[in-house]
Antibody, heavy 119, light 107 residues
Framework: QAQLKESGPGLVRPSEALSLICTVS????????WTWIRQPPGKGLEWIGN???????DYNPSLMSRVTISVDTSKNEVSLRLTSVTAADTALYYC?????????????WGPGTLVTVSS | DIQMTQSPSSLAASVGDRVTITCLAS??????LNWYQQKSGKAPKLLIH???KLHTGVPSRFSGSGFGTHFTLTISSLQPEDFATYFC?????????FGGGTRLEIK
């Protein structure tokens, strides 16, 4: 069964770029689609984007100008890069596998990694 | 964007109670509605997909219903492990959106 784990720096300075990696085991990156979702402390969930196995990528329009999602099939990793960060980008960042079987849903999720934006 | 509005935002209930959480979509999303459960300090987990289909291993006391813009999640008899936050999520539009969450607390 698929297992996901996010990793990356826990602290990023304002105006810099945030880069995270999601390492996938138990499933092939190339056979599914992958998503990033974030959750500010004590708040709700915000979808960031999906990377489909076709190569198509959908981004949240509110983040589109700053975000890039990519995959490395040789390492079975999914990456997230968010540029020009501010305190509003402080959040728990989750990666998840997308499942498309008629409908679409996210399962499983990684445990998440907390990123704090602060000088 | 399709807005998803959950109510109530928080709910206090007792073990054994029947509880219902509502999720309203700002436009027709057909049956592209999922529910997730998030326990404190943990990642969300899929509970129900496509309105009413229980994910593997989810107890039958959970059920979902609805179509179009109005959806509900019902727990028929609350158990101690059900106290958590619940989120609905639409996938009719490629711009995925979540409801604000319903925090279910012990009375």
């Amino acid at each position: 069964q698929a297992q996901l784990k996010e990793s990356g720096p826990g602290l990023v300075r304002p105006s810099e770029a945030l880069s995270l990696i999601c390492t996938v085991s138990g499933a092939s990156i190339s056979r599914h689609y992958w998503t990033w979702i974030r959750q500010p402390p004590g708040k709700g969930l915000e979808w960031i984007g999906n990377h489909y196995d076709s190569g198509t990528i959908d981004y949240n329009p509110s983040l589109m100008s700053r975000v890039t999602i990519s995959v490395d099939t040789s390492k079975n990793e999914v990456s997230l890069r968010l540029t020009s960060v501010t305190a509003a980008d402080t959040a728990l960042y989750y990666c998840a596998r997308g499942v498309e079987m008629g409908g679409n849903w996210f399962d499983p999720w990684g445990p998440g990694t907390l990123v704090t934006v602060s000088s | 964007d399709i807005q998803m509005t959950q109510s109530p935002s928080s709910l206090a209930a007792s073990v054994g109670d029947r509880v219902t959480i509502t999720c309203l979509a700002s436009q027709d999303i057909s049956n592209y509605l999922n529910w997730y459960q998030q326990k404190s300090g943990k990642a969300p987990k899929l509970l129900i997909h496509d309105v009413s289909k229980l994910h593997t291993g989810v107890p039958s006391r959970f059920s979902g219903s609805g179509f179009g813009t109005h959806f509900t999640l019902t727990i028929s008899s609350l158990q101690p492990e059900d106290f958590a936050t619940y989120f609905c999520q639409q996938f009719e539009d490629p711009n995925v959106t979540f409801g604000g969450g319903t925090r279910l607390e012990i009375k």
